[in-house]
């Protein structure tokens, strides 16, 4: 297996732009997380999936972002409109049946930079 | 309020030397720890976890100790080498917490000088 994918590596955009991020689950793993990660605040979970479906997204700053998993292999995560304190790496991982011991996969990031 | 502090904040050490990295947690209930290794520029890789009941665990020149009692853990680094240059992240789960129940410490971000 290729790992969990995300799309793209690095993403500039300005102020105001739609952004989407993109995630590609380990095939057969059934959690899906995304994260944001900073030099300030390190990891921080945003939201996460089990079977398609989103359990918990308190960690979603604001109304600008939004996630979705349409089927078990993607998912996105949306940023409209972007402002630049929404400048970090976002990681997606994935689990099989986020068991207390089971480990969580990550995506290599998206880098992202709002000027 | 669940926090995991780890410490030092960052490290400069001369390759093949040993050193030790810190995770203080006040996470309870507490399940297990995790160290995860984040390569600049990649994702974290989980190096070990540590149950309630595990006291010491290796992963070759990783050796991971955990004291549920002073609810400390640490990761020991022998004969460090180049590629150990990373940052080191200490997870720590709460007990009954589900898919989410995951406290991250900012990390410590590890340089190996030639």
């Known amino acids: 297996d290729a790992g969990v994918i995300q799309s793209p590596r690095h993403e500039v955009t300005e102020m105001g732009q739609e952004v989407t991020l993109r995630c590609k689950p380990i095939?057969?793993?059934?959690?899906l997380f995304w994260y944001r990660q900073t030099m300030m605040r390190g990891l921080e979970l945003l939201i996460y999936?089990?079977?398609?479906?989103?359990?918990?997204d308190s960690g979603m700053p604001e109304d600008r972002f939004s996630a979705k998993m349409p089927n078990a292999s993607f998912s996105t995560l949306k940023i409209q409109p972007s402002e630049p304190r929404d400048s970090a790496v976002y990681f997606c991982?994935?689990?099989?049946?986020?068991?207390?011991?089971?480990?969580?996969?990550f995506g290599q990031g998206t880098r992202l930079t709002v000027v | 309020k669940n926090q995991v502090e780890q410490s030092p904040q960052s490290l400069i050490i001369l390759e093949g030397k040993n050193c030790t990295l810190q995770?203080?947690?006040?996470?309870?209930?507490?399940?297990?720890l995790r160290w995860y290794k984040q390569d600049t520029g990649r994702g974290p890789v989980s190096l070990t976890i540590?149950?309630?009941?595990?006291n010491t665990k290796s992963n070759g020149r990783y050796t991971a100790t955990l004291d549920a009692d002073t609810k400390q853990s640490s990761l020991h680094i022998t004969a460090s080498q180049l590629s150990d240059s990373a940052s080191y992240i200490c997870?720590?789960?709460?007990?009954?917490?589900?898919?989410?129940?995951?406290?991250f410490g900012k990390g410590t971000h590890l340089i190996i000088q030639p």
């Open positions: 540590m149950t309630f009941s595990e």
């Open positions: 095939s057969g793993h059934d959690y």
């Open positions: 991982a994935s689990s099989f049946r986020g068991r207390v011991n089971t480990e969580a996969f």
């Open positions: 995770c203080n947690y006040t996470v309870s209930p507490f399940s297990n």
């Open positions: 999936f089990n079977n398609n479906v989103p359990i918990d």
């Open positions: 997870v720590v789960r709460k007990s009954g917490g589900g898919a989410d129940g995951l406290t």
